[in-house]
């Protein structure tokens, strides 16, 4: 069999895949497309963004800042008690890791609560942005 007869029969494969399975999940409720259905495509909750942001703030946080400050008294005695000795340093450099570790994860934390606050308008202004882009098929509709 050659390549080109080969070829053509995956096609016809495929062809025959695709126009088998074709079909349309549901009907627009109103004419003018749409995907219909009871939930709206795109939603966004600002009160519970805002819960999730002031859970960051006020649970997590403080508990990651908790746990990064607990171990540094313990870490710092080991280092006192092991001091002169190669031990010492390694427990040193693993810490100085584990703090910077810690001041990733805080500003990544920032980032996030930063992100669920903001969310709300970006969702607004996203919308007049696109609405504003129409304005011009709008003005073309109504002179026709």
Request: charged share 25%; glycine share 12%.
């Amino acid at each position: 069999m050659s390549f080109d007869d080969e070829w053509a029969q995956h096609k016809n494969a495929a062809m025959e895949r695709q126009s088998s399975s074709t079909r349309l999940n549901q009907l627009p409720v109103e004419p003018g497309g749409g995907g219909g259905g009871s939930r709206p495509d795109l939603a966004t909750a600002p009160a519970r963004k805002k819960a999730a942001a002031n859970t960051i703030e006020n649970d997590v946080q403080p508990g990651v800042k908790a746990a990064a400050d607990a171990g540094d008294t313990g870490t710092n005695g080991a280092v006192a008690e092991f001091k002169g000795w190669d031990t010492a340093s390694g427990l040193k450099k693993a810490h100085e890791h584990w703090d910077g570790q810690v001041k990733r994860l805080m500003a990544r934390l920032d980032s996030e609560k930063a992100g669920l606050r903001e969310m709300s308008s970006m969702f607004k202004e996203n919308d007049i942005v696109t609405g504003a882009g129409f304005a011009p098929t709008r003005s073309k509709v109504s002179e026709v």
